[in-house]
């Protein structure tokens, strides 16, 4: 946010302002689901989106921890346990084998998340985990989809004109720690603006990005289960209201179309849950869940500032050397690890938001003790280290990273009895985990620093990940057998290769398969080629002018 802060609009409606039937209705408002909404309104489609989160301006993210904690949801898989409302911002999915951080809000998880547009490599397109129609289209989805998405989006990365950054010297000292040579260090194209306008080219209020580090901290129904209406010309989505004020009483819209952009999780939950009722689904929905291959460790309190962790938004404007975004840099080894393209993997830079500023060093420092280079529990030198790099702000010489990598796309969403659970025995153990970490621990030798893995990895009884990056649940594939959506978004009926019209997913569920990078460009494009599709089947016509003012 900029100091001269604009009104920004309220786009979202009380739940109670909703008709009983649309054109088209959407499940969820992350990238997939905004797509999905904004190309079916430009196609004169009359569109209503459904979302369990409340709706988040520019200037209503808090800065205080308490704050957050009355922010945050938790579920633990296979209990039923659920700690908060199912909308607020901050939601974690706890289960034995895994942690899943996401956002609910107007928006999804692209309210919280680190806003980088990155692309996959070509080889990972080429995988026959994607339907064949895919893979034969790609022409069309970089040249078309792709363009549409950018287009619209405009990533672009930390400018030469800003203040420099110290945690790019501290990548460059990380990355020469390793015995490889040519290593590619770049900076990161951000969904964020470096220019101040009073509106960007579709006339919303956008103002430049102020370096502060505060990227991830950034109508509340919740959809039940889609089915066939009656008439089998209309798709029934019940929901009901989550918010304090909500009865808990269900409700119904109907619409010809009905498209999932709800998450990973999110959509397969609702699919799930329809199953029960009836649907007639593939019996691979909920399978090939992955976690994109997430690796998350940190460097504690190296020789010298990195000066990742953000910064009260009022200090951003008047300091000379601010934190900049959430991520910024990238370590790209995918050109320089040996082997196929499911060894390869990228580093990121990482910095947590001022929220978690408190809880962040503490948290290195008790981890330091622990989990860090040392295999036994600390001793009394232990502790003293420990004291005095808490007392001299520790903070300001550690950083985090993000590691991408490819895992074996093994983990279960499951619902029995009521309960959702995901499943997947020993995921880090998988070998890509340990390769990333290692390559972690090499590059704070560079920066003088302690190794500090994800804790619950560290326990090798354990060796339990934590993704931001959830992926699959809804796969595509070649048939019902082989996958749940069709190489288009379309929902299969059962396990055969015909589909049931109207109803799509458009999210990060389809994804067959890790990534190896940021998912949110590739989820983005495949969701533009599914709409795209979708307007060309029903002979929709669209208007991709991207000048064109919102008009609230």
Same mark, same amino acid.
């Given at each position: 946010?900029?100091?001269s802060?604009?009104e920004?609009?309220?786009?979202?409606s009380?739940? +109670?302002?909703?008709?009983?039937?649309?054109?088209?209705?959407?499940v969820?408002?992350?990238?997939g689901?905004s797509?999905?909404?904004?190309r079916c309104?430009?196609?004169g489609?009359?569109?209503?989106?459904?979302?369990? =989160?409340?709706?988040?301006?520019?200037?209503d993210?808090t800065?205080?921890?308490?704050?957050?904690?009355?922010?945050?949801q938790? +579920?633990?898989?296979g #209990?039923?346990?659920?700690?908060?409302?199912?909308n607020?911002?901050?939601?974690?999915?706890?289960?034995?084998?895994l942690?899943?951080?996401?956002g609910?809000?107007? /928006?999804?998880?692209s309210?919280?998340?680190?806003?980088v547009a990155?692309?996959?490599?070509?080889?990972?397109?080429e995988?026959?985990?994607?339907?064949?129609?895919?893979?034969?289209?790609?022409?069309?989805?970089?040249?078309?989809?792709?363009?549409h998405?950018?287009?619209?989006?405009? %990533?672009? %990365?930390?400018?030469?004109?800003?203040?420099?950054?110290?945690?790019f010297?501290r990548?460059k000292e990380a990355?020469?720690? #390793?015995?490889?040579?040519d290593?590619?260090?770049?900076?990161?194209?951000?969904?964020?603006? @470096?220019?101040?306008k009073?509106?960007?080219?579709?006339?919303?209020?956008?103002?430049?990005?102020?370096?502060c /580090?505060n990227c991830m901290?950034g109508?509340n129904?919740?959809?039940?289960?889609?089915?066939?209406s009656?008439n089998?010309?209309?798709?029934?989505?019940?929901?009901? =209201?989550?918010?304090?004020?909500s009865t808990?009483?269900?409700?119904?819209?109907?619409?010809?179309?009905? &498209?999932l952009?709800?998450g990973a &999780?999110?959509?397969t939950?609702?699919l799930?849950?329809?199953?029960?009722? =009836?649907?007639?689904?593939?019996?691979? #929905?909920?399978?090939?869940?992955? +976690?994109?291959?997430?690796?998350v460790?940190?460097? @504690?309190?190296?020789t010298?500032?990195?000066n990742v962790?953000?910064?009260?938004?009022?200090?951003?404007p008047e300091t000379?050397?601010?934190?900049?975004?959430?991520?910024t840099t990238?370590a790209?080894?995918?050109?320089?690890?040996?082997?196929?393209?499911?060894?390869?993997?990228?580093?990121? !830079?990482?910095g947590?938001?001022?929220t978690?500023?408190? %809880?962040?060093?503490?948290? #290195?420092?008790?981890?330091?003790?622990?989990?860090?280079?040392?295999?036994?529990?600390?001793?009394?030198?232990?502790?003293?280290?420990?004291y005095?790099a808490?007392?001299?702000?520790?903070?300001?010489k550690?950083m985090?990273?993000? /590691?991408?990598?490819?895992?074996?796309a093994?983990?279960?969403?499951?619902?029995?009895d009521?309960?959702?659970?995901?499943?997947w025995n020993?995921v880090?153990?998988?070998?890509n985990?340990f390769?990333?970490n290692?390559?972690?621990?090499?590059m704070?030798k560079?920066?003088g620093?302690?190794?500090l893995?994800? %804790?619950k990895?560290?326990r090798p009884?354990k060796r339990?990940?934590?993704?931001?990056?959830?992926l699959?649940?809804?796969?595509?594939?070649?048939?019902?057998?082989?996958?749940?959506?069709?190489?288009?978004g379309?929902?299969? !009926?059962?396990?055969?290769?015909n589909?049931?019209d109207g109803?799509?997913?458009v999210?990060?569920?389809i994804v067959?398969?890790?990534? =190896?990078?940021?998912?949110?460009?590739?989820?983005?494009i495949?969701?533009?080629?599914?709409?795209r599709?979708? &307007?060309?089947?029903? /002979?929709?016509?669209?208007?991709y002018? +991207?000048?064109?003012?919102l008009?609230?």
């Amino acid at each position: 946010m900029s100091a001269s802060t604009p009104e920004f609009p309220l786009l979202a409606s009380p739940n +109670t302002s909703i008709k009983t039937r649309y054109d088209v209705v959407v499940v969820g408002s992350g990238y997939g689901g905004s797509i999905a909404a904004s190309r079916c309104a430009r196609a004169g489609q009359s569109v209503c989106v459904l979302e369990r =989160g409340k709706e988040w301006r520019p200037g209503d993210f808090t800065e205080d921890f308490s704050e957050v904690i009355a922010e945050t949801q938790v +579920t633990v898989g296979g #209990l039923r346990q659920q700690i908060g409302t199912p909308n607020r911002l901050f939601e974690f999915f706890y289960t034995d084998d895994l942690t899943v951080f996401q956002g609910s809000g107007l /928006g999804g998880t692209s309210l919280i998340n680190a806003n980088v547009a990155i692309d996959m490599e070509d080889a990972v397109f080429e995988d026959s985990e994607w339907p064949r129609a895919l893979r034969n289209d790609r022409e069309a989805l970089f040249n078309l989809d792709r363009k549409h998405f950018i287009d619209m989006i405009k %990533p672009t %990365p930390y400018p030469d004109d800003y203040p420099h950054l110290q945690r790019f010297d501290r990548m460059k000292e990380a990355v020469a720690a #390793l015995d490889i040579e040519d290593v590619p260090l770049y900076r990161l194209p951000l969904f964020v603006t @470096f220019e101040d306008k009073i509106k960007n080219h579709v006339g919303v209020p956008q103002p430049k990005c102020t370096a502060c /580090g505060n990227c991830m901290s950034g109508c509340n129904v919740e959809v039940q289960t889609v089915l066939k209406s009656r008439n089998a010309t209309e798709w029934e989505v019940t929901y009901k =209201g989550v918010d304090a004020n909500s009865t808990g009483v269900e409700q119904t819209v109907y619409a010809p179309y009905v &498209i999932l952009g709800a998450g990973a &999780i999110g959509s397969t939950k609702i699919l799930l849950r329809s199953k029960t009722k =009836g649907l007639n689904l593939s019996n691979e #929905l909920g399978k090939r869940f992955s +976690t994109n291959g997430d690796v998350v460790a940190s460097s @504690f309190c190296g020789t010298n500032v990195a000066n990742v962790i953000g910064i009260p938004f009022q200090d951003a404007p008047e300091t000379t050397s601010p934190p900049g975004p959430s991520i910024t840099t990238v370590a790209d080894f995918r050109t320089v690890t040996p082997g196929g393209f499911d060894r390869h993997h990228i580093i990121e !830079d990482l910095g947590p938001p001022v929220t978690f500023t408190a %809880p962040y060093i503490v948290g #290195l420092a008790v981890n330091a003790l622990f989990t860090g280079d040392s295999d036994s529990y600390p001793d009394l030198a232990d502790l003293q280290k420990f004291y005095q790099a808490v007392k001299v702000d520790a903070g300001s010489k550690s950083m985090s990273f993000l /590691g991408i990598s490819h895992d074996d796309a093994r983990g279960v969403i499951s619902l029995k009895d009521g309960i959702f659970d995901i499943t997947w025995n020993k995921v880090g153990c998988e070998s890509n985990f340990f390769q990333v970490n290692r390559r972690m621990r090499k590059m704070t030798k560079g920066l003088g620093s302690t190794f500090l893995p994800y %804790p619950k990895w560290a326990r090798p009884q354990k060796r339990s990940v934590f993704t931001g990056h959830p992926l699959g649940g809804c796969s595509m594939g070649e048939s019902g057998k082989s996958g749940v959506v069709n190489h288009a978004g379309q929902v299969f !009926d059962g396990n055969t290769k015909n589909v049931m019209d109207g109803l799509l997913v458009v999210d990060g569920a389809i994804v067959p398969r890790p990534l =190896g990078v940021n998912p949110s460009q590739t989820i983005s494009i495949l969701a533009e080629r599914c709409i795209r599709l979708l &307007i060309k089947r029903e /002979g929709w016509t669209i208007d991709y002018d +991207t000048c064109k003012p919102l008009v609230y």
